[in-house]
């Protein structure tokens, strides 16, 4: 039987696949993601609310072997083959050798590689590991190794892998599997007035304090580690108190659900549609702040659009769908 779906984990994931389609609106335009204040403050939560979602989704009080191999094939098959088949297929198309991405990457398509690694470390530690305690003791130990990596500022391993981004991410993965794990308190927590205000004024003095200058390595752990956390916190917070908004049949909500319900294929599509003004014309360069936003979100809007119509489409063959889009 299938799981009944939690509405507002599918509507945290439209708000960050809309985010992230955001991002790379800008980012191709030739402004980069978080060159401002307030693009730090719109698209800080946009990928961990993804990693997060993912390993509440994720948890396993215990794994057999059979368990575990069976979730790391399906994950294999849902994450990993489209994805190469989307890299593969888009060098092919620019006439490059497609065999680079063992030496340069899976480029925009790094996502859904470090998504399974999650996956796969989260698994391979569930099946090894029986007691819970010490279970959740790694997970955090290895969450607080990754925030140290961070100071590293540089790639490490094969670059298809890329390792850096594991370790930049799976801490928000570690988050979801233990807000499922105590789902009591957890939402408990998310309700509670007094952590609400905390995580809300925190996310704004980060802010305030971001526009100070400050010694780089103060100013990267803000940037990357207390913005995002906050951030992520606040979002969800908000989330969880409006669930029942969430689980009324609306037009609006059933908008929501199919967008959160298709955000994997939706990211691997957004590539072939977004704009490239090259070169930049001069009304472009020089939009305000406000209508920029404006504008790159009116494109997120009209691609999302256009992936959900391809979806469709693609999605009449059931092996294009599994392969191709990722989708059961």
Do not use: C
């Given at each position: 039987m299938e799981k009944k779906r939690i509405a507002y984990l599918d509507a945290l994931k439209c708000l960050a696949i809309l985010l992230v389609i955001d991002i790379h609106v800008r980012s191709g335009n030739g402004f980069k993601p978080y060159d401002t204040l307030s693009a730090q403050m719109i698209y800080a939560p946009a990928i961990p609310l993804f990693f997060f979602v993912s390993g509440f989704l994720a948890y396993k009080q215990s794994m057999s072997i059979k368990d575990a191999w069976d979730n790391i094939r399906k994950k294999f098959v849902f994450l990993v083959i489209p994805a190469l088949v989307f890299r593969i297929g888009m060098d092919l198309m620019n006439q490059k050798n497609c065999l680079r991405l063992l030496t340069e990457g899976m480029h925009g398509y790094w996502f859904t590689i470090v998504l399974f690694e999650c996956f796969l470390i989260y698994y391979l530690i569930t099946l090894v590991i029986k007691n819970e305690k010490w279970r959740i003791g790694v997970l955090l130990a290895l969450s607080v190794a990754g925030i140290g990596m961070l100071a590293i500022d540089k790639d490490f391993g094969p670059a298809i892998l890329d390792l850096r981004r594991v370790t930049k991410f799976f801490?928000?993965?570690?988050?979801?599997?233990?807000?499922?794990?105590?789902?009591?308190?957890?939402?408990?927590?998310?309700?509670?007035?007094?952590?609400?205000?905390?995580?809300?004024?925190?996310?704004?003095?980060?802010?305030?304090?971001?526009?100070?200058?400050?010694?780089?390595?103060i100013y990267l752990f803000l940037q990357d580690i207390a913005l995002r956390y906050f951030a992520t916190f606040a979002i969800v917070s908000f989330f969880v108190c409006h669930e029942n908004s969430f689980q009324t049949q609306t037009k609006v909500n059933s908008l929501i659900n199919l967008i959160g319900q298709n955000s994997l294929a939706i990211y691997l599509l957004h590539y072939f549609f977004l704009p490239h003004f090259r070169p930049q014309p001069e009304w472009f360069a020089e939009l305000d702040m406000v209508t920029l936003h404006l504008v790159s979100m009116l494109y997120t809007v009209a691609i999302t659009g256009l992936c959900l119509v391809f979806i469709k489409f693609l999605s009449n063959s059931t092996y294009i769908r599994k392969y191709v889009l990722g989708k059961k």
């Open positions: 801490q928000f993965f570690v988050l979801g599997t233990l807000a499922m794990k105590f789902r009591p308190k957890y939402e408990s927590l998310m309700h509670n007035e007094v952590f609400k205000a905390i995580f809300l004024l925190s996310y704004f003095i980060v802010v305030f304090l971001l526009a100070y200058k400050l010694p780089s390595v």
